[in-house]
């Protein structure tokens, strides 16, 4: 099981999604809020952690999902007028793994495109303010960025942190430590030439 013990799996997998019911289902009527008795009936809207929905619809398709509001057609054209300036945390803070995870599971298969699309438009960004931003941008910019792209970000910071030390090193090339013994060789015996 991949992300078993990763806490940021686990903190993905709790975001809400809204199912509906497909059909009756008794004893758990505390999933519904609404509900007076302790079943569900066939057609309730509920908004369920995500483990959760993942195992009903293991169950002979007791539910069927709706795409989560973070990939609406409003939050897509948000994305295409300019990726880079949309806060996808505030819609999801997992906007790329949930989206992974939620793929297979709904009927509107162009939320993978959709995905792949926003990735590699806010990369672009997310690299560039890495290498070139300051400290005082920083704290402006980190904070609409979702936890993956925190790691993108993070990740080229370091690199390029790596890169000016190195640059700015002394000696870039080192001799190794067997080249500096200096061999004595002798000289077979024989009449001087």
Request: proline letters at 7%.
């Amino acid at each position: 099981m991949p992300g078993y013990y990763d806490i940021d799996d686990i903190l993905m997998e709790d975001e809400p999604i809204s199912v509906v019911f497909q059909v009756t289902a008794n004893g758990v009527g505390l999933l519904d809020p609404g509900a007076e008795s302790n079943c569900v009936e066939k057609g309730a809207k509920v908004d369920l952690p995500f483990w959760l929905v993942h195992g009903l619809l293991s169950l002979e398709q007791a539910v069927s999902i709706n795409p989560p509001p973070c990939f609406t057609q409003k939050t897509r054209k948000e994305i295409q007028a300019d990726a880079a300036c949309v806060d996808l945390r505030v819609h999801c803070q997992y906007f790329y793994e949930l989206g992974c995870k939620i793929v297979p599971l709904v009927s509107d298969k162009s939320i993978g495109l959709f995905l792949r699309y926003a990735f590699t438009s806010r990369y672009k960004e997310v690299l560039s303010k890495s290498h070139s931003s300051s400290m005082m941008t920083i704290p402006k910019f980190v904070p609409c960025l979702t936890k993956e792209e925190t790691r993108v970000f993070e990740s080229a910071r370091e690199s390029m942190a790596g890169f000016k030390k190195w640059r700015a090193g002394g000696v870039r090339l080192q001799k190794a430590s067997i080249l500096g013994r200096k061999r004595k060789t002798k000289l077979p015996d024989g009449p001087p030439t």
